[in-house]
């Protein structure tokens, strides 16, 4: 089932072979290259790189075959691809001129409501991604306190200030002091062990688990103390845990919050947001992008926050997620040679093996039978997984055990 566009019909590896020739890794996501998708094993035609149409948890491989989908376009997608409420939106805001010279109403509009939603936010400054407005928020944090070190925790984006990749100069890294997860007293100890007080603490709140609000409320209190400006990255955790964040469940407050993914259900639009005494100093600093204020995804965030007010998105994802969570990870744990195992909250899970090739076996051989599985981190709960995407999982996961059994690999038709 097509569109008939001119790339449909096409064997998948033709287009994971043109990719590889055209862009380097054969994908410009990092989390999208083929390796990363799969591992180094399962290169075959059946196992697919590359879609043409998206539609509720499915989407379809350019010669016709259906997948379900669990990463959700990397958690970006919360409702659902090509929801219609959410599409109309896009294609109005895109009908009537997607950019000018001016700043469109939606600007104005989402902001306000995203402060009705967000209890860190009393203003807001949009952007395009989550690496932005991390990247963003980092620079407010030194802009206010003029101090440079920064103390982090989690995964926020491929920029500079935040990374160690190859031509990321040295001096960049050493202003970074990474501490582990949920750990209260690395914490305390990295700040105290820094000869200045950091210009940030920097927390994202969702790593394999929910943070405890205790580790969130010891961060909270070293920021007081020392004067840091404490920021939450809820780019993956908020609209999705709740409507405002893990903030919103634990009741700790940062300074700044970032947001992107979900807000605006795989639109390309992040924010960052906080209180106004510490986003007033993106005025004496220079944060500014020409896309950041596009209207078709400010569309699709105010199409999504009528989502959140009309049903409890999170509570649905969780539902959806859970089910997931259980379906999958019942088949594992009764398939003890697949050597996989299902854990974290519901909403967002991931694949844990303590062999990477065991995690390549599962995400190939599930993929050969339709359901599009990520590996690692995250398998993310959508209101699209209805109960009849829930059913066809539960149908699928005995044949995908079977297929990972030693010797013959697949179930016959």
Known sequence: MTRGIPFAGLPDDDWRSRAADVIPGGSSTGSRRPDVLYGSRAFDAAVPTHYDRAD?????????????????????????????SITRAVINAASNGNISTLPHGLEVEVAERLVQVIPSAEQVRFLRTGAEANAAAIRMARALTGREHIVACGYFGWLDWCSDAAGVPASVQHAVTWVPFNDSGALETAVSDLAAPPAAIIIEPLVHDIASASWLHVARRLADRTGAVLIFDEVKTAFRVRTGGVQELTGVTPDLTTLGKAMANGYPLSAVVGRAAVMDVAQRTWISSTAATESTGLAAAKAVLDWHERTDVPERMATAGGM????????????????????????????????PDALDALVAAAARDGLLLKRGAYQFGAIAHDEAALEQVAELMPRIMHALLPGPRRVED
């Not at 948890?57 to 929801?83: E, H, N, Q, T």
Request: hydrophobic content about 45%; overall charge negative.
């Open 56 to 84: 509720g948890c499915y989407l379809w491989s350019p010669d016709g075959r259906r997948f379900l989908d669990c990463g959700m376009a990397l958690g970006a997608v919360g409702i659902g691809y090509a929801d219609p």
């Open 324 to 355: 997931l969570l259980q379906i999958i990870g019942t088949a594992l744990s009764e398939s003890p040679w697949v050597g996989v195992r299902a854990e974290g909250p519901p909403m967002m899970w991931r694949l844990v093996s303590d062999a």
